[in-house]
């Protein structure tokens, strides 16, 4: 906020409206308790409200909103809400609709999936959402995975690795070899994301020791995907009906940071799923003191879990989300667009602010070069025709006809 403060001239201040919206992780804390998240509400709100800008309140969204602003921002970014234009298009008012992006969203606690389907039928109500943007209809699937967000997905896999130790050590695949952390027991069943996994312990700490092995470490994270159960023609997991893929899909949030990881680490782009595969498979076999010494900008709270955290997205996206590894190309893994941050708060805003019409504009407004190019032609025509009306005005008599 004093950002804000710095940059947004006095003047305007009181005229600039601030909106706060809070995710996954206040999600589950209202889960825990309704009164420790609305004090949190009130708290923020609170502090917000000191600022000289008009505070519009702050509000829990919701798993689905979280979903459908992040579709809203990549697509508003990229252009894909305004139609094609052609001459013929401009005479008949026929457009043509362009292909939206899928939108895929990783956090902390909870990752989104949101994209139309080439078949609009969606078998399950609640994972439907209806816009109607610049003139056109959009039927959108989108659902949110609550405690599968990387950090929470971590929680749950610890939880349920430790049930089978007795002695308060867990070898752990997902960490590289001569990794050690001590875990409290408490931490671990602090989220409502572990509660099916929780037991009484014999202990009340173990440690985690790394033994890096990408694909035992797979198969671990797979353990919390339950694909036994399917009411729907087609499932994601845990039950959840999922339409078949259509079209492109930006990858955004902690996708594309992790992501980014190990494309700077390898200079170049993870160009498929089978190349991301050896890559996670040579790095998690890494010692732990030679990783660190490889990455010595990187804060060790971060740089110890991207073994997971590769793998877990790797085994979200194709084992959780359905794709494979043909329509690996059809995910682009985005952290700006146009120097705009790829994620749910600027569709929040344009939601929030009804920046985007219903309708399509009846003149749609030109690009800054078309309208520079057809000014010159206009020029020159009026210059053309001023100087033919000038000749006609003061040619000499005998150029013109007698009258009889």
Known sequence: ????????????????????????????????????????????SRSLSSYPFDFQGAKIITGQEEGAYGWITI????????????????????????????ALDLGGASTQITFVPLNSTIEAPE????????????????????????????????AKDIQVSSHGTLRDPCFHPGYQKVVNVSELYGTPCTKRFEKRLPFDQFQIQGTGDYEQCQQSILQLFNDSY????????????LPPLHGSFGAFSAFYFVMDFFKKMEKDSVSSQEKMTEILKKFCSKPWEEVKTSHPTVKEKYLNEYCFSGAYILTLLLQGYNFTGSSWDQIHFMGKIEDSNAGWTLGYMLNLTNMIPAEQPLSPPLPHSTYISLMVIFSLILVAVAITGLFLYSKPSYFQKETV
């Open 127 to 158: 994972n439907s959402l209806q816009f109607r943007l610049y003139g056109e209809d959009y039927t959108v699937y989108t659902h949110s995975f609550l405690c599968y967000g990387k950090d929470q997905a971590l929680w749950q896999k610890l």
């Open 1 to 44: 906020m004093k950002m804000s403060t710095d940059l947004i001239p006095t003047s305007k201040q009181r005229e600039t409206p601030v909106y706060l919206g809070a995710t996954a992780g206040m999600r589950l804390l209202r889960m825990e308790s309704e009164q420790s998240a609305d004090r949190v509400l009130a708290a923020v």
């Open 75 to 102: 697509n508003y970014l990229l252009g894909r809400f305004i139609q094609k234009q052609s001459w013929r298009s401009l005479i008949s008012r026929d457009h043509q609709k362009q292909d939206t992006f899928g």
């Open 230 to 241: 399917c009411p729907y023609s087609r499932c994601a997991f845990n039950g959840v009906f």
